[in-house]
Every structure is written in structure tokens, then in C-alpha cells.
């Protein structure tokens, strides 16, 4: 079965509406129908939205209710914008409504969104990925919660690495979250930010340490809409990447000999005469 309807999953960012993707406000904007979530989504969003689009907001709908939108557009050849809050890609729900769209024959499309881990992150100016301190980002949530987790994706598992850390959809359980990130093994005074509605009117970014994590959290009575970021990277300084080296090559600048040399010492004081530098940051 084929229909000449088409759902567009959009990426709606962490809040603010001028942090739609020009794709995203285009999709909106030429829509029949725009499904959003005004639990999660920023109003500003709809300003994208031209007079006479069908506004429905599905805060309250299980995806039982969505599903007469999706018959219609199926039926009637409409263009159906369904908006998420960040990138669907993450804690979105979009997979579930991916396969029924497919089932009424529409065509689906998905527009990435800025997510609220990177938000938090050009909000504190800080880069996540630091040479020599964190080169990995890890993206999880506290287990227990009302969406099982698979074996093996626990947070202090994960803490073990170390890295950067941006936990989503866990601030009910700051107490939970400070004590498991300890166990793993992160020192008590490694740097976190606590987030909430990041890029909202009312955001609230603050700056505290594993060790003071739930106090923080307790002390601005957060329990949903927050963001921790965890890890070295968020105080990390005096370190540099390989890319804007004078001594590093690509395929659209050579190295400067004397720099590349120094750059091949450094290497091999590091890992005992065995590296050398190549093409990586």
C-alpha cells in the first residue's frame, strides 16, 4: 500500500525557535498538519507554521490518538510535521511511529534536530572533546526508570571510561544518579553542570561537581526537564588538538618540518618511541 501523504519527523532543538534547522522551519512552515507536544516542545516552534495548518498538540495522546492524523494524511495525500523536542534520534519515541507510518504507506523523513547536550555545552563554553583529557561523549540515563534498560548500560559501567558524560532523564533521581557516578569512579570534585530548559526563557544552567550534584539539584528543586553534563573536559585547559597544528598535515595544507618534528617527539615521549602522528586530531 502507497499514499501520496508524507510524515516529517522534525528535530525541534533544546528550545529556542531560532535553533531550528532551516530544513525544519521549512517542513513546518509547508505542513497541513503539525503535531507537537507542548510538554516538551518551546511554543516559539509554531511561529514556523503557516495560518490555516491544523496545530495538534499530543501532550496528552498516546500514540493511539496520533494515529488517526497518520490515517488521514494517508487517506488525503496531506504532509504531516510532527515535531520532537531535541533530535529524534534520541529518547524520541520515533522508531514505534516510523514502522506505523510505513504500515499506511507514507513517506517518512527525518530532520535532525540540535540536541540539548550540545546546547548546555555551547552554553557553559566549554568543548566536550578535549585532546589528552576526553575524546568521547557518552549519552545515557539512570536505569530503574519507566523504560528498562538492556544488560549491561549501567551508569557507573559507563563512569568507569572516565569521559564525558551527558545524562538525560534523570534528574528525579539526583541522588541516585551522584551516587552511581561515584561508584564508577569519578573523583568528587570533577566537574558537572546541572541544565534545566536549556535555551528556554527560564533556563537555568549551573556549574557545581559530581560531589555536589544532587544538593545542587535539590537546592533549585529540579526534577525533569534537566540535563547533567560530567566529566574533565568541562574544566580542561592548556591542552591542543593536532588539527590546527603547524606540524600536522591534510590533504589541503602541508606540515612545517620543525613542527612536525616536534610533534613526533612529543608522540614518542608519550608512548615510549612506538607513535607517530598521523591525520587525527
Not at 606540524?247 to 607517530?276: C, D, I, K, M, V
Amino acid at each position: 500500500m502507497t499514499s501520496d501523504g508524507t510524515v516529517w519527523f522534525v528535530g525541534a532543538g533544546p528550545g529556542a525557535a531560532d535553533l531550528l534547522t532551516l530544513r525544519a522551519a521549512r517542513v513546518i512552515a509547508e505542513a497541513d498538519i503539525v503535531i507537537w507536544a507542548a510538554s516538551l516542545v518551546h511554543a516559539d516552534v509554531l511561529h514556523h507554521a503557516r495560518p490555516g495548518a491544523e496545530i495538534v498538540d499530543s501532550s496528552q495522546l498516546p500514540i493511539e490518538g496520533v494515529l488517526p492524523l497518520y490515517q488521514r494524511a494517508a487517506e488525503q495525500g496531506l504532509t504531516v510535521a510532527r515535531i520532537h523536542s531535541g533530535d529524534p534520534a534520541l529518547w524520541g519515541a520515533v522508531q514505534e511511529q516510523l514502522d506505523v507510518c510505513r504500515a499506511l504507506g507514507l513517506a517518512v523523513e527525518i530532520v535532525p534536530g540540535v540536541s540539548s547536550f550540545t546546547a548546555v555545552a555551547a552554553i557553559v563554553g566549554r568543548e566536550l572533546t578535549v585532546p589528552e583529557v576526553a575524546q568521547s561523549v557518552i549519552l545515557t540515563r539512570l536505569e530503574g526508570g519507566k523504560t528498562p534498560m538492556p544488560p549491561g548500560e549501567r551508569v557507573r559501567d559507563f563512569a568507569r571510561h572516565g569521559t564525558t558524560m551527558a545524562l538525560f532523564l534523570s534528574a528525579a533521581r539526583s541522588g541516585q544518579v551522584q551516587a552511581e557516578l561515584l561508584a564508577g569512579g569519578y573523583p568528587e570534585d570533577t566537574p558537572a553542570v546541572v541544565a534545566y530548559q536549556a535555551t528556554w526563557p527560564d533556563e537555568l544552567v549551573v556549574r557545581c561537581t559530581v560531589g555536589t550534584l544532587e544538593a545542587t539539584v535539590k537546592q533549585h528543586k529540579l526534577w525533569k526537564h534537566t540535563l547533567f553534563l560530567v566529566g574533565p573536559a568541562l574544566a580542561a585547559e592548556g591542552t591542543r588538538s593536532h588539527l590546527y597544528h603547524p606540524g600536522h598535515f591534510h590533504t589541503f595544507r602541508r606540515a612545517e618540518p620543525a613542527a612536525r618534528a616536534e610533534l613526533r617527539r612529543q608522540a614518542s615521549a608519550r608512548t615510549g618511541g612506538t607513535a607517530t602522528p598521523g591525520h587525527t586530531q
